[in-house]
């Protein structure tokens, strides 16, 4: 019991007042840690994420910065792609000095007078100031690439070429022969002659001598407004025809201010080679003859030709890297051309213009036949035109040399003491598909076409025609593909080279289309003429040994070619 006077105390339980203390308490202590825990979460999260490199944008640096360091990223982390450092092989040669540009301009463009035009552009050069000046070469009107133009009132000249003719059977004297195009038939416009010669200021004027026509009419095409090849005779005044000039324009009254200007080309040195080989514009874009050409170079080589002249409209790529290897080697010099005038030169249509109007093709084709003589009448003693289908075969004897000194000179000295302006070849076929009928020689490569078409027609074509010449560099005025159309001193004469002597070998699949029906006789008849094997062993090794360093019997690069030709045919 408890005493009586004691307190009694209230009974145990919780006190509100106590109780809502202790509780907040609790809670603030809770949300410390809580926080506190937070906290460290969020330190500790960002001490790792130190350690790892993020690509983070940030608008003050450079986007393509961001971007490279992206890829980086991505390459570093890609283990099959190769290594950053090694970069794409690019041309890193310095820009060109305005000297340098200069030359290259004059190695691309060699009828035109850069240089000397250089060399005077500051200073005032004509009669005065409104009369005869020298052109700027920045105002001369130039018509396809390679072309320089001259308005007349009476008809349109192209020009494309100037050469300095002193040769002793010229009558004329020292003349600058122009050869160009011209929209007339028989021009009868008066031109003048603009002569620059070096230290003189002030052009010496002439009137031009005649325009020479380099076809005939009764070849067709003969109308007003088709451009026809003419070559237009500049005779130098007496006074200064023991110079050079430097450069020439042709214009209508003398006083006028030309729009043209050829350099004048005279490369004459001490003595002359013997052969030289000049080809018309290659029109073989859409054929690979790569492996051909490169066996009729090298036999054309062995045979004796110095050089090989080619004027390039448009080839296959193949042909391209065999004309490149060669002109490295000096054997062969290859120079660009185009048709003048309105005439198309867009690749593919080119060639399908020339493929369906013949005569502008032949007209247009003397233009670089003729350039090339002109260029090389005083390097070399004879130039044959030939195509890269046909060579001209001594039937003994291993040269041309040989031939001319040792067969035909003598005899035609025989029968006339005086030279010929040229010497022709008679022309029989190899034809393609006769070797089918006797197989293949084992011992001689499938690609050695020549070498192996050693089956022909047993019939010559007739006498005079489809002949090629050797031309003699003395005496031919203007050529055609055939004979020469016009000559120095007594005339074209021509000597029929023997068909003993030599043969004019034509590869071909078929006759030309004016022999069709004779090409049927020609088939019936056949024989066996290997008079090409006595080249056979070195011929076989030159060709086999440039087609191997140049890659050709590489399947993948041939693969790759064929893959090429296929898109671009598509």
């Not at 409209?313 to 060669?326: G, M, R």
């Not at 001193?489 to 078929?510: F, M, V, W």
Request: charged share 25%.
């Amino acid at each position: 019991m408890q005493p009586h006077n004691s307190k009694v105390q209230a009974p145990l339980g919780p006190n509100p007042k106590m109780f809502l203390q202790g509780n907040r308490g609790g809670r603030f202590f809770t949300k410390v840690i809580t926080l506190g825990i937070i906290w460290a979460v969020i330190i500790y999260t960002a001490l790792q994420f130190r350690s790892i490199k993020l690509d983070v944008p940030m608008p003050h640096l450079n986007s393509r910065f961001l971007l490279q360091k992206r890829l980086d990223t991505l390459t570093r982390h890609d283990s099959t792609t190769e290594a950053t450092d090694i970069e794409p092989s690019v041309d890193k040669s310095p820009s060109l000095s305005e000297d340098k540009l200069i030359n290259d301009i004059q190695n691309r463009l060699p009828n035109l007078p850069i240089v000397y035009w250089n060399l005077h552009k500051n200073q005032p050069m004509g009669m005065n100031r409104t009369c005869a000046r020298f052109p700027s070469i920045l105002d001369i009107e130039f018509n396809n690439n390679y072309w320089q133009t001259l308005h007349t009132s009476n008809g349109t000249f192209h020009f494309f070429g100037a050469y300095l003719d002193k040769r002793k059977n010229n009558r004329l004297g020292p003349t600058v022969r122009v050869l160009g195009m011209i929209d007339r038939i028989e021009p009868t416009v008066i031109t003048h002659c603009q002569f620059w010669f070096d230290g003189k200021k002030e052009p010496v004027i002439a009137k031009s001598f005649e325009y020479k026509y380099i076809w005939y009419k009764k070849w067709g095409n003969y109308k007003q407004g088709i451009f026809q090849p003419y070559l237009t005779a500049c005779v130098i005044p007496q006074k200064y025809n023991s110079l050079v000039p430097q450069s020439i324009s042709l214009v209508e009254k003398p006083c006028d201010n030309s729009t043209n200007n050829l350099r004048v080309i005279y490369d004459a040195p001490k003595e002359k080679k013997d052969f030289a080989v000049c080809v018309k514009g290659l029109d073989f874009l859409h054929e690979d003859l790569s492996v051909r050409l490169v066996e009729w170079i090298e036999l054309l080589n062995l045979l004796g030709a110095d050089k090989v002249f080619l004027y390039q409209l448009q080839v296959h790529p193949n042909i391209t890297k065999i004309l490149d290897h060669y002109e490295k080697e000096g054997k062969v010099q290859v120079t660009p051309i185009t048709l003048a005038g309105v005439l198309p030169n867009a690749p593919a249509l080119q060639h399908y213009f020339l493929s369906k109007k013949t005569n502008h093709k032949r007209q247009n084709e003397l233009i670089p036949y003729n350039d090339c003589f002109y260029k090389n009448m005083y390097k070399y003693k004879y130039i044959a035109l030939l195509d890269i289908d046909e060579v001209i075969m001594p039937i003994e004897g291993t040269t041309w040399k040989d031939l001319m000194e040792n067969k035909v000179l003598p005899k035609a000295l025989k029968s006339n003491k005086e030279e010929r302006a040229s010497y022709n070849v008679r022309n029989v076929y190899f034809l393609d598909d006769l070797i089918h009928d006797h197989g293949w020689f084992k011992e001689i490569p499938k690609y050695m076409h020549m070498l192996q078409h050693v089956y022909r027609t047993k019939n010559f074509t007739k006498p005079g025609q489809y002949v090629k010449c050797f031309h003699n560099t003395e005496k031919v005025l203007t050529l055609h593909n055939h004979f020469p159309l016009s000559c120095l001193g007594s005339g074209c004469t021509s000597y029929p080279i023997e068909t003993t002597d030599a043969q004019l070998q034509h590869y071909r699949a078929d006759c030309v289309k004016t022999l069709k029906k004779s090409c049927e006789e020609f088939r019936k008849t056949s024989v066996m003429d290997t008079t090409i094997w006595k080249f056979k062993e070195p011929l076989i090794q030159r060709v086999s040994s440039t087609l191997k360093t140049l890659g050709f019997f590489n399947s993948n690069n041939n693969s790759d070619m064929l893959k090429e030709s296929s898109i671009r045919k598509r």
